[in-house]
């Protein structure tokens, strides 16, 4: 069975950038996640999907980030502009359903300079 | 509020060592989820193990065991003869509203480095 699969893996960007990440999860997993990995803390939720749908997205900063799972599958999160404090890695996972454990992808670090 | 310590920063032991890693937790719901995962420096997460609020019978698996007491409000994870492959930061999580998966809260993470 295939892993979560992030791309890119790296990404160098200036502040007041733009930059999107992708994410594919295991497939059939209905949940999916998108957290952010600030260097020597924990992982902190961003987003939560059930396919489509949003279930939880309290910790988002919306004013610059956005994300979508339009079919229920695949996953970008964009941040429009970067702030230096946006430097971290974001980190998908995906679940089968809310009440499994989630399997994480290898993430993408990004430096906003 | 739900609240992950993991005191401990780094821990370096020789390899074939003990080692215990400890988690406190906080939360003021009955039913609630803890969770380890591994992150070694390829930067995945790795599914240790759960636990649910009801269940606090020790587990063994393998080299790994984890000691869940209620009282303590701790979950704390022992490695048996420790091997340079467990070297990782482990990361100590708790679920919000019962469910398993749902928003995990995650420790500071410890990071454990085995010396040959």
């Known amino acids: 069975e295939a892993g979560v699969a992030q791309s890119p893996r790296y990404k160098i960007i200036e502040k007041r950038q733009s930059v999107a990440f992708w994410c594919n999860p295991i497939s059939g997993h209905a949940t999916l996640y998108w957290y952010q990995q600030i260097l020597g803390q924990g992982p902190k939720l961003l987003i939560q999907f059930q396919n489509n749908g949003v279930v939880d997205d309290s910790q988002l900063p919306k004013d610059r980030f956005s994300a979508e799972r339009l079919k229920g599958v695949d996953s970008t999160l964009k941040i429009q502009p970067a702030k230096l404090e946006d430097s971290a890695v974001y980190l998908c996972a995906s679940s089968r359903d809310r009440d499994t454990e989630a399997f994480f992808g290898q993430g993408t670090r990004l430096t906003v300079v | 509020a739900q609240k992950v310590t993991q005191a401990q920063t780094e821990i370096s032991v020789v390899e074939k060592e003990d080692v215990t890693l400890d988690c406190v937790y906080e939360t003021r719901d009955t039913t609630y989820y803890l969770f380890w995962y591994k992150q070694p420096p390829s930067g995945e997460l790795v599914f240790l193990i759960r636990?649910?609020?009801?269940?606090?019978q020790n587990e063994i698996s393998g080299r790994y065991s984890w000691n869940f007491q209620k009282s303590t409000s701790s979950f704390n994870f022992t490695i048996t003869a420790s091997q340079v492959v467990d070297s990782a930061v482990y990361f100590c999580?708790?679920?919000?509203?019962?469910?398993?998966?749902?928003?995990?809260?995650f420790g500071t993470g410890t990071r454990l480095q085995v010396f040959p």
């Open positions: 636990r649910n609020s009801f269940d606090e």
């Open positions: 999580a708790l679920s919000e509203g019962g469910r398993n998966t749902d928003k995990l809260i």
